[in-house]
Every structure is written in structure tokens, then in C-alpha cells.
């Protein structure tokens, strides 16, 4: 094995791969979202549970319970207040709650409590009945590992506080472990609501950090999660098994449920954390720092935070507009405006740029649509970016029809721009979709020309319209012979094949002039106009090109 361990032995994250992990994490998100609620009833139960001081019990007992119930109720108003502070109905709650409390605590909650007495006995029936002490042994247990794993969270002690909290969530399953092995009430049996606001509250913490190791590599990871997961149902049923063939021919142990549990965290701990550190997975986890902001892109597409921008391309020829790009942006409520270079990766790696590719579509060609009466923009083209993920999706085409028959944009006024990339590995599939939208009347372009996996076949099997040449290139020039060298060949290259040649990222003067002496058709860049907002590039026009408005 290699002394990097890990490192040379995990897959590099694809798409198909973060897609079904993204999918999970939704999964997870949700049940993040909504940790207020089991916070919230994990205190209604304990405060349920909570025992009052004029019951008839022993002091040492009652003074145990005490101190487990405020530990859940604690823990979950903290819970509660963290996930919910905006949320004006948990807040109402919460002060509900608290009044609860404060009855609970007077001297005439005695009758109040007679209900929760029945609940707080009710696992107490039968004809093994536990003992108050044995029921103090296992909810104190379970609310010491409460406790300590949330001042564990606090303080940033990931995996130890999962560890505990997976403990926790295994202790109430004990009597039934016991049940499965032949032991009946092995050490007491918890009253429901000492389970149910101890489990609850535990599952809050948990959710909390769903996402982060070690426990995302058992709820994300694809192939490999699904063998640790599978490896844990199979080796906990033999622990299980063994079990139970241990009292057929031994002693009653009633020890033996504490056994098997611990045997059973012993695996998960082997399987999901020393298994992955050894580097023996075949694959990664996306980071949860991305995973997160998946989850916030995801989120700006339901609020529509996002928005277009649109930047001129001019005819190096006639000097007029020729079209426009459409460039998403992401106004963010916290951060401001965020460019696409932050957030077009994460949605392309998590399936996301399949719907933001959509609405983008669907945002830029009802903008052209809507300047069909303007002497400028409603003659010119729009560009619209397409990913390769959006061609896999296998509804591009009948999308874009159905787009553009909805807004009433020409086709001939769209172009779809495509990266050398969506083109690597194909098929076949991709050239026969663009030859679909080509006989529609749809325009091709190939964006980034000449930084990715360069291929004359698909230059020549795709009938496409314009060749785009990088911005890498551009911002070289001029005086750089090498780029100058590679420039010339892409621009007769395209001419040779028929394509008419545009050049992005030009900002200054000698850059344009190189570009118009070797021939390039269309100029796109900084020099000419930034990237303008709808209600804007009306005024660019009036302004930059007033003669064209005559």
C-alpha cells in the first residue's frame, strides 16, 4: 500500500457519483431543517416525564430523574433555539414550553402529573417489572452520553460525539437485543417517555452533523457506503445470533445485551471510521463545505435569487452588435452578488445546472423575446450556455422547443453554447441532439476552444456556427508568439470548416487590432461593454452605438 494511503487508492468525485450523494444529502438537509421539531418533542415528553417532588418515590431516584429529564429538556431548547430562532411558531412553542416547565415545578402540579405517571409506569408493567434504580441506571446512562457529547459538539469534537451519540441511540434497543437473545428485561426496562425524549434528543444532536464525517461516509458514500452499510446489517445479525446461542448453551447472562452492543459499535467504529482512514473505500465523499452550498444553491433557484446579465458582442467588420452572452448571477440575501465561477461547479458535479440550466434558458430567451420591438435588440442573437450534464439529461432539445414556442423567440435568434468537453467519450447521442437543434434553426457554438480535449472529428462531424477562442489566449496578446501561434491556427482552422470566429475576454485596443488582423469575425470583452443587466443594454445601445438606432 502506498504511504499516501488513501490518497492514491480514491476515485476522483463524477458527476453520476455527487449526484446520488447530493441525493442523500438532501435526505439529510431535510431532517437537518427540521431538528427544531425534534428538539421540541423530546421536551414536550420530558416535561411530560418530569417528576414532581410531592410523588411518592425515593428521593434518590426522584432526584435522578430530575437531573435526566432537565439534561434532555436543556439540550433541546438548545437544539431548538439553534435550528429555530426565525421561526415564529417554534419561538411561541418554546415559551409554551417554558410555562409547562414552570407549572411542573409548583406544588399543584401533583394532579397534572397523574397522567404522566401512568405514561412514566406504563413501561413498567408485566411480570418482569424493573426496578426504579435499574430504570435510573440505564436514563442516566443515556443522558450522561447526551451531555457529554453535546459539550463534545461544542467544542468541535466531530467523530467523538457521534460515537457517543450512536451509543445513546442503541441504549433504549437494548432490552429488545435482550428480547431477540432470550433475556427478558436484561436491566430494566426505560418508560416511554424517558425513551422518547432521550432518543429524540439524540437524534437532533446527530442530525445536526449528519453531513460530516465519519458519519457521512456511512449515509453518503455510493459503492463503497453501500458495502459498509450492507458489512453492518450482516455482521449485527451474526452478533446477534451468536448471542442467543450463547444463552441456549451458557449461564442467563443478563450482562450479554451489553455485549452484543458494544460488539455492534465496535463494528460500526471499524467499518466506518478505521476502514476509511486505512484507505481500503474506493471512493470520496463530496465535502460538506460543498454539500452545504449545493444546498444553498438549490435553495437561490427555489427563491429566485438568481438573475441574468447579459454582455455585448460586436462585428469586427460593421462595428455593430452582433449579439449578446447571457451570464447567470447569484444575488445572494448574506453575501451580494456571487459569480458563477463559485457556484456553476458544484451545480454541474450535484445535477443542480440541470433545472439552474433550465430556468436560464427559459430567463434569457423571454428577455429577447420581450426586445423584439427594439430597432437593435430585437434583431440580434442570444447566447445561452449548455452543459454537457444537460445533454445526458436526455429532454434537451424538446425543452428548448417547448422554450421557445412558449416566449415566441425565433429560433434563429438562439445560440447554444457548447464546451469541447460535452463532446469527450460521446456516443454519438450529442451530435445527433445538435443536429436536431440545428435543424430546427437553432445556432451552435463551441465555447473555450482550444483548452480542453481538442478533437477535429467533432469539429467536423458537429454543425456548428462559431468558434469561440478562449480568454486564456486573448489576454496573452499581443507579443506572445506562442499564443499568437495558436491563435492563428484556431482562427484558420474554424474558417477552414466554416465557422465564423468569436473572441472573448478583450480588453484592451492592441488585442482587438491583433484579433481583426488575423481575421477573427466577432469581438466580446471588457474593451467594448461589461456585462449588462436587461434594463440596461437599451442605454448601452443609445449610447455606444447611436448610429444603429437611426
Avoid at 157 to 185: D, E, F, K, R, T
Avoid at 315 to 322: A, E, I, N, V
Avoid at 486 to 502: E, P, T
Wanted: with cysteine.
Amino acid at each position: 500500500m502506498s504511504q499516501n494511503g488513501i490518497g492514491e487508492l480514491v476515485a476522483p468525485l463524477n458527476e453520476n457519483t455527487t449526484q446520488r450523494q447530493f441525493m442523500r444529502h438532501r435526505l439529510v438537509r431535510k431532517v437537518q431543517d427540521n431538528t427544531h421539531f425534534l428538539a421540541m418533542t423530546s421536551m414536550v415528553c420530558g416535561l411530560l416525564g418530569f417528576p414532581h417532588y410531592l410523588l411518592d418515590v425515593d428521593n434518590n431516584i426522584w432526584l435522578a430523574q430530575l437531573l435526566t429529564y432537565l439534561t434532555f429538556i436543556l439540550v433541546s431548547y438548545n437544539l431548538l433555539l439553534e435550528n429555530g430562532r426565525n421561526n415564529l411558531a417554534m419561538l411561541t412553542m418554546s415559551l409554551v414550553t417554558i410555562s409547562l416547565f414552570v407549572v411542573q415545578l409548583s406544588p399543584y402540579a401533583a394532579d397534572f402529573n397523574d397522567t404522566a405517571s401512568i405514561l412514566r409506569a406504563s413501561g413498567q408493567t408485566g411480570l418482569h417489572a424493573p426496578s426504579n434504580s435499574w430504570e435510573f441506571i440505564a436514563g442516566g446512562v443515556l443522558a450522561c452520553l447526551i451531555a457529554v457529547s453535546y459539550l463534545f459538539q461544542r467544542h468541535h469534537y466531530v467523530a467523538a460525539s457521534q460515537g457517543m451519540l450512536c451509543i445513546a441511540v442503541m441504549i433504549p434497543l437494548i432490552p429488545l437485543l435482550g428480547l431477540l437473545c432470550g433475556i427478558a428485561n436484561p436491566y430494566g426496562v426505560m418508560s416511554p417517555l424517558t425513551t422518547l425524549s432521550g432518543m429524540l434528543c439524540a437524534f437532533g444532536l446527530l442530525a445536526k452533523q449528519a453531513s460530516h464525517p465519519p458519519m457521512s461516509y456511512l449515509l453518503l458514500m455510493d459503492d463503497t457506503g453501500k458495502q459498509i452499510r450492507s458489512s453492518i446489517l450482516l455482521l449485527s445479525i451474526c452478533a446477534i445470533l451468536l448471542a442467543r446461542a450463547g444463552v441456549m448453551f451458557g449461564d442467563n447472562m443478563r450482562g450479554l445485551p451489553l455485549v452484543v452492543l458494544v460488539s455492534l459499535i465496535a463494528i460500526i467504529y471499524t467499518l466506518s471510521v478505521t476502514y476509511y482512514h486505512q484507505g481500503q473505500v474506493s471512493e470520496k465523499v463530496l465535502p460538506a463545505t460543498d454539500m452545504d452550498f449545493a444546498s444553498q444553491v438549490e435553495t437561490a433557484l427555489d427563491n429566485q435569487q438568481f438573475f441574468m446579465m447579459y454582455q455585448p458582442q460586436v462585428d469586427f467588420k460593421t462595428g455593430k452588435l452582433k449579439g449578446v452572452e447571457a451570464l447567470v448571477r447569484w444575488r445572494h440575501p448574506e453575501k451580494g452578488i456571487i459569480s458563477p465561477e463559485k457556484f456553476i461547479r458544484v451545480a454541474e458535479l450535484t445535477g443542480l445546472i440541470v433545472p439552474l440550466g433550465k430556468w436560464i434558458m427559459q430567463t434569457a430567451c423571454a428577455q429577447a423575446a420581450q426586445w423584439k420591438d427594439h430597432p437593435v435588440l430585437g434583431k440580434i442573437e442570444v447566447s445561452v450556455n449548455v452543459s454537457a450534464l444537460q445533454l445526458k439529461s436526455g429532454t434537451l432539445v424538446e425543452e428548448i422547443m417547448q422554450i421557445l414556442q412558449d416566449t415566441g423567440l425565433a429560433p434563429e435568434r438562439l445560440v447554444i453554447e457548447l464546451t469541447e468537453s460535452s463532446f469527450v467519450q460521446d456516443d454519438g447521442e450529442n451530435a445527433r441532439l445538435m443536429h436536431q437543434l440545428k435543424e430546427a434553426g437553432i445556432k451552435l457554438a463551441i465555447d473555450d476552444f482550444g483548452t480542453g480535449y481538442s478533437c477535429l472529428s467533432y469539429l467536423r462531424d458537429i454543425p456548428g456556427d462559431y468558434l469561440k477562442v478562449d480568454r486564456s489566449f486573448v489576454m496573452e496578446l499581443p507579443g506572445h508568439n506562442k499564443a499568437e501561434a495558436v491563435i492563428q491556427a484556431i482562427v484558420s482552422l474554424g474558417k477552414s470548416l466554416d465557422y465564423r470566429i468569436i473572441a472573448e475576454g478583450v480588453e484592451t485596443q492592441a488585442q482587438a487590432d491583433f484579433l481583426k488582423s488575423i481575421g477573427c469575425d466577432i469581438v466580446q470583452g471588457f474593451l467594448y461593454a461589461k456585462p449588462l443587466e436587461a434594463d440596461a443594454l437599451p442605454q448601452w445601445v443609445s449610447v455606444a452605438q447611436p448610429e444603429t438606432l437611426t
